[in-house]
């Protein structure tokens, strides 16, 4: 059996801080905790390494969260199999949001928080009810995973009521905004070509920003959304083949800026808002594109499984709301068709019923 090599640098193992970065932690006996910086056996990390052993108070200590606190909660769920699985994208929105509640509250006990103090913090963004919501679902999240640690016995959040949003969420483009935007930018701009992109695919920005020559074969484009995982596989579509067509042929991505850099998915979003805005379309955004091509779909009569594969979604709630508004305009305009045919038949009538009486009184203008 070969043998284990010997350590190099005993007391130094390696961790995933809440981030998914790499660091290198010094611990040992009589020491205080700390990283070490540079790359594992660079000239910087040993010098750091020969610091950390001789009780150095240059480099940076590892903060430890006392038990029982929301800092202690955080910087464990955030090394479970559970927060592991999810998605990148996930992960940066929920840290985003975890960080904004350790500043005010991580250095609190989870189980001195009672009811009315979550009421009292989403009552603080009852201006922005997505928000609100948002942080109810960060601290439920974290009192059950709490209560798997033995932290606490009981759900604080049992009970919390969601803040009403706005139904439709994100504006759903139209069809006259989507021609409003083309023939402001043009059928041959990168604008256009960004959202045709979204528009026939369903891309959202973290997916769409990724889309190039490799994801295109016999006439279809594939792709895995970045959020859900799902896979999406569809035919390229003539109108979204016309704005390809325009990519430079030694360009491998359909999207990118600068020398031909690939975007971030934030700097993306900024830059597409700033397109709505140049075609006087500020309330339009990246996401109303799914939308709208999903509502394309459902106007046109695809079913619940169609929308679900051109969303990448793997269950059919949001396809069928979709449906549900398709067949709510079907049936308005088929109850209005109906009144307009009754009042076409209406008149007719009427006008029939006034020939009928001319004629009668003709006819007794004559007999007389």
């Known amino acids: 059996m070969k043998r284990r090599a010997p350590n190099p640098f005993p007391g130094v193992t390696r961790t995933v801080d809440r981030h998914g970065k790499v660091r290198w932690r010094f611990r040992f006996k009589g020491r205080p905790n700390c990283y070490l910086p540079g790359v594992y056996g660079s000239a910087e990390f040993r010098a750091a390494y020969e610091e950390a052993k001789s009780g150095g108070s240059n480099l940076p200590v590892v903060p430890k969260a006392e038990y029982g606190t929301f800092d202690w909660l955080i910087e464990h769920y955030v090394r479970t199999p559970k927060w592991q699985k999810l998605a990148p994208i996930?992960?940066?929105?929920?840290?985003?949001?975890?960080?904004?509640?350790?500043?005010?509250?991580?250095?609190?006990?989870?189980?001195?928080?009672?009811?009315?103090?979550i009421e009292a913090l989403l009552a603080r963004?009852?201006?922005?009810?997505?928000?609100?919501?948002?942080?109810?679902?960060?601290?439920?999240?974290?009192?059950?995973?709490?209560?798997?640690?033995?932290?606490i016995t009981t759900d604080p959040t049992v009970g919390a009521e969601r803040y009403a949003e706005n139904p439709d969420g994100f504006h759903t483009w139209t069809e006259d905004e989507i021609l409003k935007f083309e023939e402001h930018h043009g059928i041959a701009s990168k604008p256009v070509r960004a959202l045709r992109l979204m528009l026939c695919t369903g891309a959202a920005r973290q997916d769409v920003i990724k889309l190039g020559r490799q994801s295109t074969k016999a006439g279809r484009i594939a792709y895995r959304r970045g959020k859900t995982g799902g896979d999406v596989d569809l035919p390229i579509l003539s109108e979204l083949a016309d704005v390809l067509a325009f990519v430079p042929s030694d360009q491998m991505l359909f999207l990118t800026h600068g020398a031909a850099r690939p975007y971030k998915t934030e700097s993306f979003g900024n830059w597409f808002r700033d397109q709505c805005v140049a075609a006087g379309l500020p309330h339009c955004s990246a996401h109303g594109l799914r939308k709208a091509g999903a509502t394309r779909l459902a106007n046109a009569g695809a079913n619940v499984l169609e929308i679900m594969a051109f969303l990448g979604h793997r269950t059919p709630a949001e396809a069928q709301t979709y449906i549900k508004k398709a067949d709510r305009k079907q049936l308005a305009d088929r109850g209005m068709e109906r009144l307009e045919s009754a009042k076409r038949e209406q008149n007719l009538s009427n006008q029939v019923e006034k020939l009928d009486k001319h004629r009668r009184k003709q006819l007794k203008t004559k007999g007389n």
């Open 90 to 117: 996930s992960r940066r929105n929920l840290l985003h949001e975890m960080d904004r509640f350790r500043t005010e509250h991580g250095s609190k006990r989870v189980k001195n928080l009672r009811p009315e103090h």
């Open 125 to 151: 963004k009852a201006a922005t009810p997505a928000a609100a919501n948002r942080l109810l679902k960060l601290i439920r999240r974290l009192c059950r995973f709490a209560i798997r640690k033995g932290v």
